[in-house]
């Protein structure tokens, strides 16, 4: 026991006590309040990423005066031109957002969808309303018989509450929960990769020869993964305290309403899948590090690995639309993909209180199994050189005894 938490604490030095571990856990609580914070901002100023540059309107235009006047009313810096070619010449120079002339509207990038939306409602309004003056009817009337009844969203929640939803909601709960998955995602590869390039470079600079002449080599995998795990365990502790600290008294002294999935409860599910898929990822790659005879090749044993951490990443979108579709409830049971896809659910809709604790007892039970099997594949790899093991090899070696 002794000789295990030697190797605890050395690798849990080794991870803590460098540059990159001390700048990411102080800048990690700022970028995960930034997430959460940018879906507010958005909100309340759409037109935040035009930044300050006007969109130019040919002033000789039937209703220019009007048009410019309703895309003022949304934050949008407007300007009438009388020349198109001096107009255009702005615009390429950067100096303008776009031009609009009649029906057309010239940009440099092609791609403000927000701008072409708005200016699109606001040209089909205005050639609607002369429309109606050229008819002749009654334009009260028509308007009445033209309006588009607003579908409203309510939530539903635990408990017979009930909250109005709507887009600017969905933009909310989407970033924050790409929030969320991004930091899981990358967390769970990056200490993963830190295993597995750990044990590549002590086997293949033959310090492991010298280990293991100390300690087993069952104690030597698990005193790794264990102090690994440690650091980022401690580094998921400050982000998380911080993170409340910051969420409790930055957002209210800003003024910023602040979304309603950032809160203690999600922060805790996020620490606990954490620290469930950590010990399930670090086995793998631990395993695969030990039969691999250089870093590309461990690269290539741990595709299987990366792709199960893709798939939820890939699949956020329909994941946050249909937390409730088979593909979700799924995704959520199955120990390689559970551990984000659940925090998805969680985050959007709380499941049943049974799929949550079978989800957590099949990933814990998946991860001893797998740091079992990682144990015997260890035993045999780390001392084997010269040869490219494949999986089938590696599958044998999980019947040495």
Not at 18 to 37: D, E, R, S
Request: glycine share 8%; with cysteine; aromatic share 8%.
């Amino acid at each position: 026991m002794s000789r295990l938490r030697a190797i605890v604490r050395h690798e849990f030095r080794t991870a803590a006590a460098n540059k990159t571990f001390v700048v990411m856990t102080i800048l990690g609580p700022f970028l995960i309040l930034a997430v959460t914070l940018l879906p507010g901002l958005l909100s309340a100023n759409p037109a935040a990423l035009g930044g300050n540059k006007p969109v130019l309107i040919l002033e000789s235009e039937p209703f220019a005066a009007q048009t410019a006047a309703a895309l003022e009313s949304t934050a949008r810096p407007v300007r009438l031109v009388a020349d198109s070619d001096e107009a255009k010449k702005e615009v390429l120079g950067g100096k303008a957002a776009g031009f609009l002339a009649g029906r057309v509207l010239y940009t440099k990038t092609g791609t403000d969808a927000v701008l072409y939306g708005t200016l699109g409602s606001i040209v089909a309004a205005m050639e609607r309303e002369e429309k109606i003056v050229r008819s002749g009817l009654d334009p009260v009337l028509l308007r009445t018989l033209l309006e588009t009844p607003e579908l409203e969203v309510v939530r539903l929640q635990q408990g017979g509450g009930e909250r109005k939803s709507g887009s600017d909601e969905f933009l909310s709960i989407m970033f924050t929960v790409l929030g969320f998955v991004m930091l899981l995602y990358m967390t769970i590869l990056l200490y993963g990769q830190m295993i597995g390039r750990s044990v590549v470079l002590e086997k293949t600079s033959k310090t492991v020869e010298i280990m293991l002449s100390s300690v087993t080599p069952r104690e030597l995998m698990y005193g790794k993964i264990l102090g690994i795990g440690l650091a980022g365990i401690v580094q998921y502790a400050i982000w998380i305290g911080v993170s409340l600290a910051l969420v409790k008294f930055a957002g209210p002294s800003l003024g910023l309403s602040l979304p309603r999935e950032v809160s203690s409860s999600n922060l805790g599910w996020l620490f606990l899948f954490f620290i469930l898929a950590f010990f399930l990822y670090a086995s793998g790659y631990a395993a695969i590090a030990a039969a691999s005879e250089d870093e590309h090749h461990l690269g290539q044993l741990a595709w299987p690995l990366i792709a199960f951490l893709i798939v939820p990443v890939v699949l956020i979108s329909p994941l946050v639309m249909n937390p409730q579709s088979p593909l979700s409830v799924g995704l959520s049971i199955f120990p390689m993909t559970s551990p984000i896809v659940m925090l998805i659910r969680i985050m959007v809709s709380p499941p049943p209180a049974w799929q949550i604790a079978l989800c957590i007892a099949l990933l814990a039970a998946t991860a001893w199994g797998m740091a079992t099997a990682a144990a015997r594949i260890f035993r045999t790899g780390i001392l084997m050189t010269g040869k490219r093991a494949n999986f089938k090899e590696i599958s044998r070696w999980l019947r040495i005894r």
